[in-house]
């Protein structure tokens, strides 16, 4: 059986996974100053994050269409799949698979669809794993999926809560650890659900927590150094890591300036990491 793979722009892949494993990426629309952008189309990444904190009004986003889906499930069907797997963000925190469900109904039994409980590499870690499985078959993939995300952890400490309060899709316990004194919250995506971890002072403490809670998942198989605009932090952040436990590490490591449609909901100058625990 031949299987086609298809995500959401949430996935965070990068260009050169996406041309290896031949994957179909639907990109999510960013809304700014009324105008619709597809992600990753109009503006840079490294300009969203330098203009966030300035626009005049809010950027906001919005789900794929169910015709976008529907286009990119007919073209891989016409190439030859004879069944399409597609994996997206956590249901809890996005309508893009509300999208994806419905498209798949106008094609019977071809589409298996995934909530893949997480975002960014979070989701993107288990597309590769399923890419990696695909050519032996859809079962091979739903079980190397399952497998991955047993093992996956996705933490962030965000500089602000500011845009995670105004996106009204965390718990209100959540958004409260920013509520005083410019405190930096620690937050983990498990399940599909943000969950609140504690807050910190400053930066370098954040920093701090986050490279411990990095070191307590041990050897891993993969990792994704994630940040929003805040490469210098992110890059100080690694190079402690490889001092700390360079040999706990994966040989390939990606560093990530989370997508706009991402960085829009938890704000600029955050940092992150993806990680997968060997077996």
């Not at 999208?99 to 288990?126: H, N, Y």
């Not at 403490?205 to 041990?218: D, I, K, S, V, Y």
Request: charged share 20%; aromatic share 4%.
């Amino acid at each position: 059986m031949k299987l086609g793979l298809l995500t959401d722009s949430t996935s965070d892949l990068p260009k050169y996974l996406i041309e290896q494993f031949e994957l179909e990426v639907v990109p999510s629309i960013l809304i700014l100053d009324g105008k619709e952008y597809a992600d990753g189309i109009g503006i840079t990444r490294e300009d969203f994050y330098r203009q966030l904190p300035s626009f005049h009004t809010p950027p906001t986003t919005a789900a794929p269409s169910i015709g976008d889906f529907s286009a990119r499930y007919d073209s891989l069907l016409r190439r030859g799949c004879e069944h399409i797997l597609s994996i997206h963000a956590a249901g809890a925190l996005t309508t893009i698979i509300n999208s994806a469900r419905q498209a798949a109904q106008d094609f019977p039994e071809k589409i298996t669809v995934i909530d893949g409980l997480s975002m960014s590499l979070g989701l993107g870690f288990q597309v590769l794993a399923a890419a990696e499985a695909a050519e032996m078959g859809l079962q091979a993939a739903l079980d190397a999926i399952q497998a991955t995300r047993k093992r996956l952890r996705l933490f962030a400490a965000l500089d602000t809560m500011e845009n995670m309060r105004r996106s009204g899709r965390v718990p209100a316990v959540v958004t409260m650890l920013g509520s005083l004194l410019q405190i930096k919250p620690l937050i983990e995506i498990a399940n599909g659900e943000v969950k609140a971890l504690g807050a910190v002072r400053t930066t370098k403490q954040a920093n701090e927590r986050m490279l411990n809670l990095l070191l307590q998942e041990g050897p891993l198989e993969r990792l994704a150094i994630l940040h929003t605009g805040a490469e210098p932090r992110a890059r100080e952040f690694l190079n402690t890591l490889m001092q700390k436990a360079s040999q706990s590490v994966p040989r390939d490591i990606l560093m990530v300036n989370v997508t706009t449609v991402i960085g829009t909901h938890v704000g600029p100058n955050g940092l992150g990491f993806a990680a997968v625990r060997k077996v």
